[in-house]
């Protein structure tokens, strides 16, 4: 036993030294190494994203666990974290007006701060010139912080005081970073930030006010997390009511979004590589194996066991996919580089160290590709039987056993869905391209079918007849090439389409006219001079909505409470007033998904999608909403999906007509700000009461954020394109050897070299042409999925994709045969037939 292992490695090693210098292994190992590249960079990146997530989430928090609640922290709440030995910090917030010395009036998003705050990060502010410090301490009793637009906005400088309800206090700084600001609507305006011991003297605490109590705790990292878990359980079973957990998972969800719609995109192209990199393993492998078949039959003539060639063959390859899996590895961490600085923008500070899960995952998938896909094939040149020396029709290569391939497939698959990392876009790419590629069997099939039954008459030029009886001789081989050639376009052609038509819907939701301001509290008395202003600055368009306040009161004809859910936001949304609107128009930029919208429908309403689950609603169900004090009954007659990132005006509920009679409402807009200096100023000075929300530092770096996923996307795009391009060469030459055959006979028969060159155009534009049309037409099936699935876009492709797929299949096929079948022209006859002979 000792001495057969010690032979199969010693064979194994000299094979694998020998198939190194014969570049028998070139393309086998390029593939592993370049799945293995792109794997790993694209998880590289995320591990280390998700650790500065988690390290930054305590400072953008401003604790390790934070309670947010409309009312006084409950006691229970605090006495918990005391008896973890958490240290906690309360700040309060809510928005209200502030005034200067000279009248004019802001709504600001107010901050009263305790000592010790924050818990975690720092606050930095400007107190002379323009030089940034950390603050020591808080705001002093009688002094505030302020955003620097609140100076400008009111021509107020540092120094001067600021009027907070019965307050006058002097600003001694502006906040140049605040690190728990938030993403709230609220704290959008400008932030005053003010000692606690100076809030009461406001008098804007009153028990109807709308405040937001915030308790950060800091601490033991497994107690701060206990303390969060038993925190949240708590109101999740109503033992305390109207509180909110954060914690270090809910870190910057305004930039959550962005940052899993890139790992979306960059898993995407990666699981891509991998697909083809395995069509690429697979037919590499054939064809290594079908170039060994007369040297193994040769090694059992001189006695070799089969145990023993396996052996050495499976050292050979798991060498071989080793040191492709590390030099993988190591391209992937060099490449991820460029993914942090394109992708810089989203993340303030340096990311951690990577962790070692990529690099098992890299080795892992590299394995698993030689194992599942390189694999079978080589290990058939152990069963070769001694007879092919000198009967070289017996000993062929052989299907994989439907068991070995089954197995196979499905380690891959799962090692895929693992790397995704994401459930729904795993399973649409891994399961798309196992339904392709059965579709593309199926295509090739039926077209080999017709082309026996269709078979051009003697009349037919020479080259069109050599052409189709060539691919007629060979149906297994036309069909695996047919197939191959359709996987790697359908992951060229759906690479294509995402970069264009989706990457194109996508910045279609933040668009470069977008609206960047947002108004709201327009009298209804100020209607028509507002939409006057907003005419003579140059705005053309905005969008429009009254806003009217009500409260659920009944579904279906029963009074609800909040206790009647058991979530949490089921509880908060019964418990406060709803905004509601009307339109007599489907708002464009809402897409009704249940149901119809009527125009102008008396006793209806259309629900957002969201809210009607989290309320348990659907169509038919009937709710009353109390406006001050004036009850209406309406049906649930559509439901919406809305965008909350569209920087449009959207509500929850809106009545499908003009105006609601007898009922008290507001108005709220939203429009693109005309360049003009000074033009929110104004506006504000003609109407004081209004609330002008300045959106565009937000839009700005969502469209930034886009500009750089799509780079980084761009980046990554070309670990595919190799990779298609690789497919495409290693199915144009996986028959190199049996055209090289074939060809020799024909010219000795009398065949010129002239014709032969038009027989193999035919042959490759015909499987081109074919592969590109079935590519094209499934791309677009996987894309439209991903769009509505994985990506939430609405997608559709142009009629002609499947035409274009088809030319563009023609001509890469015979461009890579041009490449790949070069000399086969131009071997010498003789010593082609020699070499058959052998």
Not at 287 to 297: E, I, N, S, V, Y
Not at 420 to 443: E, H, K, N, Q
Request: charged letters at 15%.
């Amino acid at each position: 036993m000792k001495s057969n292992w010690h032979l199969a490695i010693g064979l194994g090693w000299r094979n694998l030294w020998r198939d190194l210098r014969a570049g028998e292994l070139r393309l086998l190992m390029f593939s592993v190494t370049l799945a293995v590249a792109a794997l790993t960079a694209v998880g590289f990146f995320a591990d280390r994203l998700q650790a500065g997530l988690w390290r930054d989430a305590r400072l953008l928090l401003g604790g390790d666990a934070v309670i947010v609640s409309d009312k006084p922290t409950p006691a229970a709440i605090e006495a918990q974290a005391d008896k973890r030995s958490l240290v906690r910090n309360t700040s309060v917030n809510f928005p209200t007006m502030a005034l200067s010395a000279s009248g004019a009036s802001k709504l600001v998003a107010l901050k009263a701060v305790s000592p010790g705050y924050p818990l975690r990060g720092q606050v930095q502010i400007i107190q002379t010139g323009q030089t940034v410090q950390v603050a020591q301490g808080i705001p002093a009793p009688g002094q505030v912080w302020v955003d620097p637009g609140l100076l400008e906005s009111l021509g107020l400088a540092r120094g001067d005081v600021l009027q907070v309800g019965e307050s006058r206090l002097t600003i001694s700084a502006s906040i140049a970073h605040e690190p728990d600001r938030g993403a709230g609507f609220m704290n959008f305006s400008p932030r005053v930030m003010l000692n606690q011991a100076d809030l009461q003297a406001t008098g804007l605490v009153q028990p109807a006010s709308r405040l937001t109590y915030r308790m950060a705790v800091t601490g033991e990292d497994t107690q701060a997390k206990a303390f969060a878990a038993w925190a949240r359980e708590q109101s999740d079973n109503g033992t305390v009511r109207g509180v909110q957990v954060e914690s270090m998972e809910s870190g910057r969800p305004e930039m959550r979004q962005n940052l899993d719609r890139a790992g979306k995109f960059l898993n995407l192209i990666a699981l891509l590589a991998a697909l083809l990199c395995a069509v690429a393993v697979a037919l590499a492998a054939r064809t290594f194996a079908a170039r060994h078949l007369d040297g193994c039959a040769l090694l059992r003539v001189l006695g070799q066991s089969q145990r023993t060639l396996t052996l050495s063959y499976a050292f050979e390859f798991v060498s071989a996919g080793l040191w492709a899996s590390l030099l993988g590895v190591l391209l992937g961490w060099l490449f991820h580089h460029a993914f942090v600085w394109f992708l810089a923008g989203l993340i303030d500070t340096q990311l951690p160290a990577a962790s070692w899960h990529p690099v098992a995952l890299g080795l892992g998938m590299g394995l698993t590709l030689l194992l599942a896909f390189g694999l079978p094939p080589v290990l058939q040149l152990a069963q070769v039987p001694p007879l092919r020396v000198i009967r070289r029709d017996v000993g062929a290569l052989r299907p994989a056993a439907a068991g070995v391939m089954l197995l196979g497939l499905a380690g891959f698959a799962v090692a895929l869905l693992l790397a995704s990392s994401d459930v729904p876009l795993g399973m649409i790419t891994v399961g798309g391209f196992a339904l392709a590629a059965a579709v593309f069997a199926g295509g090739s099939a039926l077209a080999l079918k017709l082309i026996a039954r269709l078979m051009p008459g003697e009349n037919a030029p020479r080259w069109l007849l050599l052409a189709t009886r060539q691919v007629a001789a060979r149906p297994v081989n036309a069909m695996v090439q047919t197939s191959a050639l359709s996987l790697g376009l359908l992951a060229l052609v759906l690479l294509v389409l995402l970069r264009t038509d989706l990457i194109n819907s996508w910045r279609q939701a933040t668009p470069a006219n977008a609206p960047d301001r947002i108004v709201i509290n327009v009298q209804p008395e100020q209607a028509t001079d507002f939409q006057a202003a907003l005419t003579q600055a140059g705005v053309q368009a905005y969008d429009w909505f009254p806003m009217i306040r009500g409260r659920l009161v009944a579904i279906n004809g029963r009074t609800i409470t909040p206790s009647d859910y058991p979530q949490e936001r089921a509880r908060r949304l019964i418990d406060r007033e709803f905004n509601l609107s009307t339109s007599a128009q489907q708002p464009a930029h809402n897409l009704v998904v249940e149901g119809q919208w009527t125009d102008n429908e008396a006793n209806a309403l259309s629900m957002e999608a969201g809210i009607a689950t989290t309320l348990g609603l659907k169509l038919g169900d009937r709710l009353q909403f109390d406006v001050a004090g004036v009850v209406t009954e309406s049906r649930i007659t559509s439901l919406r999906k809305v965008d909350w990132g569209s920087m449009r005006a959207n509500f929850f509920v809106v009545y499908p007509v003009a105006n609601l009679p007898d009922v008290p409402r507001t108005y709220m807009t939203a429009f693109k700000g005309p360049s003009q200096p000074g033009f929110d100023n104004a506006l504000v000075q003609q109407f004081p009461n209004i609330t002008n929300v300045d959106m565009r530092a937000t839009l700005q770096q969502v469209q930034n954020v886009m500009d750089q996923v799509i780079r980084a996307v761009e980046f990554l795009f070309a670990f595919t394109l190799l990779a298609g391009l690789m497919v495409l060469l290693a199915a144009v030459t996986s028959t190199r050897e049996d055209r090289a055959r074939e060809f020799a006979i024909m010219r000795a028969l009398g065949a010129s070299g002239a014709l032969l060159a038009q027989v193999q155009r035919a042959e490759l534009w015909g499987v081109g042409l074919l592969a590109g049309f079935m590519a094209s037409s499934a791309a677009m099936a996987v894309g439209w999925a991903m769009a509505k699935y994985a990506f939430e876009f609405n997608w559709t492709p142009a009629w002609y994709v499947p035409l274009l797929g088809a030319l563009a299949g023609g001509l890469l096929a015979w461009a890579a045969g041009w490449w790949g079948l070069a000399g086969v022209l131009k071997q010498p006859v003789a010593h082609t037939l020699r070499q058959s002979a052998l």
